[in-house]
């Protein structure tokens, strides 16, 4: 096709604009599983329970045991751009939930063959919706949402070429879960792989639940963090710089309760390590930024692992002082107990 040939502009077709739009929100079965945990904690899961087979290629499924989907607006939840948890801009720039887009399930949708399985409370029973067929049928389940995907990108063999080892998509499949646990400690999370329980982290409290996903030598190789300045609260649980690794792989920041991958926020608790950590060596740490929601824009990017800060400044200071303050407690308390 030459550049100049001119040719008539037109509307995609929705299902195309979909497998376009999962381009940016489906990378591999972790990016399946990151979204439904998010949309099971949304509907306010105790117990968030998954089922794997070959890494997540052939089958995910997500079970909850939150509010559930009415019958009638189970094609809803399939349709792109249709939400519960938004709807008006003032809604967004206060988002308190994990999705707002309503994108996720269309485009997982668009790429997968998906079903939903729901019951609402006042449901005498529940619901199944095939998105392919969009076959609904009255299915046993107690209270809550299954959302099962089987062969994933089955119908792009470009991106299934993408994929690893089962083994891989597996692991990155129980880091996803693992980001979620380290948020959510009153939530309980099974993960099970070819009929085989892989990881399990029990409801617990928030000190435990780091015990159980970071390790008990985690626990006693580190200082809680609890730090307020202004707008802004940091807590969490540092590690002491002897407990570094050579990798920067145990290193969860959240903001608002959302995982994220960001700059400034690693930047910061790096530099507070910069006196006391040589060379290479990585903290490992768990930390929590709770910020005015005006103050921070998760609408950056479709999978929202990216935020953006008001004032990125304030930020950056608040979580190395948050730090370093946490990480100096220990060694004053050595040199006053030397001076006794
Ligand atoms: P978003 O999470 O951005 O709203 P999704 O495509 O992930 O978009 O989900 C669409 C809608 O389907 C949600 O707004 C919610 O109402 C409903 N939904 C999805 N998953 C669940 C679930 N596990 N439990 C209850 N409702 C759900
Ligand atoms: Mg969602």
């Known amino acids: 096709l030459s550049p100049l040939a001119r ?10 604009v979909s497998q376009i739009a999962a381009g940016e929100v489906v990378e591999r079965p972790a990016s399946v599983v990151r979204e439904l945990v998010d949309n099971a904690l949304d509907a306010g ?17 997500v079970e909850d045991d939150g509010c559930g989907i009415a019958r ?5 939840a399939l349709r792109r751009h249709a939400t519960s948890k938004i709807a008006s801009l003032s809604d967004l720039e206060s988002v308190a939930t994990m999705g707002f887009r309503g994108e ?22 529940g619901f199944l919706l095939d998105a392919r067929s969009g076959e609904l049928r009255p299915a046993a389940r107690a209270t809550g949402t299954t959302v099962e995907v089987k062969e994933l990108f089955f119908a792009t063999p470009a991106r299934r070429k993408f994929l690893k080892s089962d083994a891989t998509e597996l692991a990155h499949c129980i880091e996803a879960v693992r980001r979620h646990a380290l948020a959510r400690p009153d939530v309980g999370f099974a993960i099970w ?10 409801a617990a409290e928030p000190g435990q639940r780091w015990a159980d996903v970071l390790g008990e030598e985690f626990m006693a190789q580190s200082v809680a963090v609890d730090w307020r ?24 920041a959240y903001v608002n309760g959302r995982y994220v991958r960001d700059k400034v926020l690693m930047h910061a608790a790096r530099s507070a390590y910069e006196d006391v950590l040589h060379g290479q060596r990585q903290p490992v740490y768990a930390l929590y930024v709770e910020i005015a929601p005006e103050r921070v824009d998760v609408n950056v990017h479709p999978t ?10 304030e930020v950056h200071q608040a979580v190395r002082h948050a730090v370093e303050n946490a990480l100096a407690a220990p060694r004053a308390a050595l040199v006053a107990a030397q001076a006794l």
């Open 304 to 313: 929202k692992i990216e935020v953006r800060f008001r004032d990125s400044r």
């Open 193 to 202: 792989h070819e009929g085989r329980l892989v990881e399990q982290w029990r």
């Open 104 to 125: 996720a399930l269309a485009a997982i949708a668009s790429v997968s063959e998906l079903a939903l399985v729901s019951r609402t409370p006042t449901q005498p029973s």
């Open 7 to 16: 040719r008539p502009i037109r509307d995609l077709p929705d299902e195309l």
């Open 45 to 61: 899961a105790t117990q968030v329970t998954l089922r794997l087979a070959a890494g997540g290629v052939r089958l995910i499924s």
């Open 229 to 252: 300045s202004g707008p802004l609260r940091v807590t969490g649980r540092a590690g002491l710089p002897d407990f570094a690794r050579s990798r920067a792989d145990h290193q969860f």
């Open 72 to 76: 009638e607006e189970l094609p809803l």
